[in-house]
């Protein structure tokens, strides 16, 4: 079944622990995204991927780092989370950066105290 | 950069009555608009989307039109069912495709029995 997977789908962690959200399409997407969804601000767009080790910022990059080290796999990692972070979280992907379809993961809703 | 606005936040109906919601972009150069659909506890599924060459587009009770000239563009759901209860996201991008989508907030619509 081609799925875009993220874990864990639920996190309450502390300030400042480091922690990793994973993601892994296996439909050989070439582009890759992570988003952050909050209430009355929609979706807005931390990291994109055009390709392996293509990596750039999207709008809200501030306190995340992101690595495309193989193609099926995106990594959201938090360094130094702080509450402000507290979010739900969405990993997509898409076949290419001009195609149109974006499939989106599960979502991780993760808690910062 | 490019600013989606998107109306209304909330929007309830009866059953069997239409739904239409409203979205407006800046960028005069966004090129492609999806919707995308989010049911409770998912990620975002695409629904229908539409590019600056066509004006009207329509999938069974689901259609999008677009007016280049306001930068307007809408969603319409007819004969809606309860299944349509669900978040909806409008976007825009000047990339023609998934790359540098900018969303609208959101519109929660709610199918009254």
């Known amino acids: 079944e081609a799925q875009v997977t993220q874990n864990p789908r639920y996190l309450i962690t502390v300030t400042g622990k480091k922690l990793t959200v994973t993601c892994s399409q296996n439909?050989?997407?070439?582009?890759m995204s992570w988003y952050r969804q909050d209430p009355g601000l929609g979706l807005r767009q931390i990291y994109y991927?055009?390709?392996?080790?293509?990596?750039d910022k999207g709008d809200v990059p501030e306190g995340y780092k992101v690595s495309r080290k193989e193609k099926r796999n995106f990594p959201l990692i938090l360094e130094s989370p702080s509450p402000n972070q507290t979010s739900l979280y969405f990993c997509?992907?898409?076949?290419?950066?001009?195609?149109?379809?974006?499939?989106f993961g599960e979502g991780s809703r993760l808690t910062v105290l | 950069g490019e600013n989606v606005e998107q109306h209304p936040s909330t929007l309830s109906v009866q059953e069997g009555d239409s739904a239409v919601i409203k979205c407006t972009y800046s960028?005069?150069?966004?090129?492609?608009f999806p919707w995308y659909k989010q049911e409770l506890g998912k990620g975002p599924q695409l629904i229908i989307d539409?590019?600056?060459?066509?004006g009207e587009k329509k999938d069974q009770r689901i259609a999008v039109t677009l007016n280049k000239t306001a930068k307007h563009f809408s969603l319409h759901i007819t004969e809606t069912q309860p299944e349509d209860s669900a978040v909806y996201f409008c976007?825009?991008?000047?990339?023609?495709?998934?790359?540098?989508?900018?969303f609208g907030k959101g519109t929660h619509l709610i199918i009254q029995p």
């Open positions: 997509a992907s898409s076949l290419s950066r001009q195609a149109g379809e974006l499939f």
């Open positions: 439909m050989n997407h070439e582009y």
């Open positions: 991927s055009m390709n392996v080790e293509v990596t």
């Open positions: 960028d005069s150069a966004s090129n492609y």
């Open positions: 539409i590019r600056s060459n066509v």
């Open positions: 976007a825009a991008s000047g990339g023609g495709g998934a790359d540098g989508l900018t």
